[in-house]
């Protein structure tokens, strides 16, 4: 099969899906691979790295989208993108449709079929190809929301981890997943209080096992806007797989906080889970609502690309060789379940509600 690689267009986005290392597995299994010039430039692969290991190497993005039948990518397809997809393409990337019911629409015009990788699922439950990115964002939002705190960023001026005869910083995750859990890791080594909500009885349990200064509560609501309230950092890592995020975090809630807190909603990408976020990029990623800093960027691992993208690329390796063995892909149950769209219909049943 011909699998190409376009460039990623979303703003300050540098992960390239497919590495080196990996593109030579294709070729070697003989596939023809395609990659867009400057690509994998952001993530530290240069054309020459792809080119050593049989990858044709094209000019643009005209180029790329003529000769890749199998089109994977990171991010979802914005307009330079749809303009040149195709009917017969199969793509394979995160898609993210619940929180986009446009590009859904231009999708279903387009009518090819659309394998997003955050629901792709196995058998146990789990989400292969959204794990290792979730991990990313959950540390990122800890590094982030630590330095929206500093004061010359518009943060109330205080560190996280404390000292003695300070106070520690009070650090909330809302969701254990792979997201939340290593915020709640992340934080509680920094030596902040942390209080982590989930409703899942096993993963209240890890959090506990993390130290003594986490404390992991069933998300009632009176404790949520209780927790909330005194929070310094709140984190958002609520996920309904691919479905949109419940909104967890009132306006009132946000209302109720000190001035130069922050927010930091890792559930964005599936339309956010405080009422008052709204998607921000790398260009521009914070807004301040009722005193409160919001961060809320769609695309939080790409601002660590080489690391993002060798995660990424292993992850999603597997995936796309089965993929390219034409129609047989079908008869996978994990990639089955990642169907999103298919020849002009909805096909997910998390989308058709």
Known sequence: MRIG???????????????????ADLVKHGHEVFIESGAGRKSGFSDEDFARVGVNVVADADALYAAGELIVK??????????????????????????????????LEIGL??????????????????????????????????????QPAGGKG???????????????VLGAGAAGSNSAALAAAGGANV?????????????MALGSNVTALYPYEEYVA??????????????????????????EMVKSMEPGSVLADISIDQGGCFETSRPTTWAEPTYVVDGVTHFAVTNMPGAVPQTSSQAISAAILPYVQRLAKGPAWRESAALKAGINIAAGEIVHP????
Not at 85 to 92: G, V
């Open 5 to 23: 690689i376009p460039a990623e267009t979303k703003t300050l986005e540098g992960r390239v899906a497919l590495v080196p290392a990996a593109c």
């Open 74 to 107: 990171v991010k979802e397809p914005i307009a330079g993108d749809l303009a040149r997809l195709r009917k017969d393409h199969l793509l394979f990337c995160y898609l993210h449709l619940a929180a986009e019911p446009a590009l859904t629409a231009r999708l």
């Open 113 to 150: 079929t659309g394998v997003a990788f955050e629901s792709v699922q196995e058998a146990d439950g789990s989400l292969p190809l959204l794990a290792p990115m979730s991990v990313i964002a959950g540390r990122i939002a800890v590094q982030i929301g630590t330095h929206l705190l500093h």
């Open 158 to 172: 205080k560190l996280l981890g404390g000292l003695p005869s300070t106070e520690r910083g009070k650090v909330v």
């Open 195 to 207: 209080v982590v909500f989930d409703m899942k009885p096993e993963r209240l349990a890890q959090m």
């Open 226 to 251: 209780r927790e909330v309230r005194n929070a310094d950092l709140v984190i958002g890592a609520v996920l309904i797989p691919s479905a949109k995020a419940p909104r967890v975090v009132t306006a």
């Open 350 to 353: 998390a989308l058709k509600s």
